[in-house]
């Protein structure tokens, strides 16, 4: 199969599209990642060049469908289990206190779940720590990629996934089964999940009020103005003193004054004003 060729222009337009949509922002240093990512994307609309893939994507009848695809092939959807435990660790002291003095449910987001580890390592951790009732949990998770939302809700999992994950928490909630793991449904009916893009602020303002969002690892994927625009969106969707989670190669201190850092020696983390 010979390679289609991207050129700048074209690649340029193409970019933009998919900044505007995704907030996934492909510098110029990402042409070629993105040529290669696109590949069979054209193959599969039948289109011959860079152009007219363009055109297709703004004007085609089945331009929804392709979006839907090309939000799976655009991502990289890397996580495991218990990945930056220091976070969780805050979530099932601090936040869970909190929660528990309040006498409320807890209410967690995952926002931007992938392929499900995140999500179900707080449903495990919050089960470990016998502190709440598991009924008193609402977890959801959400994803752009329906590929990776597939992979969640099947619960199913290989080696790559447990690099961080303590043996007895695989005995624990894990079923051996051909060469992986499935999630037992104890922890399963734990999680929701569902499709969004961060970017629509009307459909975070609708997930309603969580005490915690974990939004880590997909801000690094944004310019400045989009990691702004989603995670001020998110104070929609948190209640005051609601603790927002990034990945630590994120920081948002110089985008958004709505949120306090908090330092401490193991973990970063951010509280709603
Ligand atoms: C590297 S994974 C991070 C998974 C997990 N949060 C973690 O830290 O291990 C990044 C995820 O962000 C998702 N993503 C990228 N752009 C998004 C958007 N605009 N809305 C929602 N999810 C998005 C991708 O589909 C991908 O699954």
């Known amino acids: 199969m010979s390679t289609i060729g991207i050129s700048e222009s074209e690649f340029r337009a193409l970019r933009d599209l998919i900044r505007e ?7 110029d240093t990402k042409q070629f990642l993105l040529q290669s990512r696109l590949q069979t994307r ?32 655009l991502s990289n959807n890397e996580t495991y ?7 969780l660790d ?7 206190d909190e929660t528990l003095r309040s006498g409320g449910r807890l209410r967690v987001w ?29 977890i959801h998770a959400t994803d752009l990629s329906p590929r990776a939302l597939d992979k969640a809700t099947t619960g199913f999992y290989r080696e790559l996934s447990f690099r961080a994950t303590p043996v007895e928490m695989v005995q624990r ?6 060469g992986g793991f499935f999630i037992n449904d104890e922890i399963k009916r734990m999680v929701s999940f569902s499709r969004m893009n961060l970017l629509d602020a009307k459909a975070v303002a609708a997930m ?16 400045k ?49």
């Open 173 to 178: 909630y894990f079923r051996a089964f051909e």
């Open 208 to 223: 309603g009020i969580h005490d915690a969002i974990f939004c880590r690892n997909v801000l690094i994927y944004f310019d």
């Open 225 to 273: 103005p989009t990691q702004k625009r989603v995670v001020e969106a998110f104070a929609q969707a948190l209640r005051p003193g609601g603790f927002l989670f990034l990945g630590h190669a994120e920081s948002i201190m110089r985008i958004t004054d709505l949120y306090e850092p908090v330092v401490t020696p193991k973990a970063i983390y951010y509280r709603r004003k």
């Open 110 to 138: 995952s926002s931007a779940c992938s392929t499900g580890e995140e999500p179900y390592t707080i449903a495990m951790m919050l089960t470990q720590a016998h502190r709440i009732n598991p009924s008193s949990v609402t």
């Open 90 to 96: 805050v979530l099932v002291t601090d936040v869970l």
């Open 21 to 27: 949509r995704f907030g996934i922002y492909y510098d």
């Open 42 to 73: 054209l193959l599969k609309a039948r289109v011959a060049d860079f152009a007219e893939y363009q055109r297709f994507l703004v004007a085609s009848p089945d331009r929804e469908a392709e979006w839907a695809e090309l939000a799976s092939v």
């Open 81 to 87: 289990f218990f990945r930056e435990r220091a976070q």
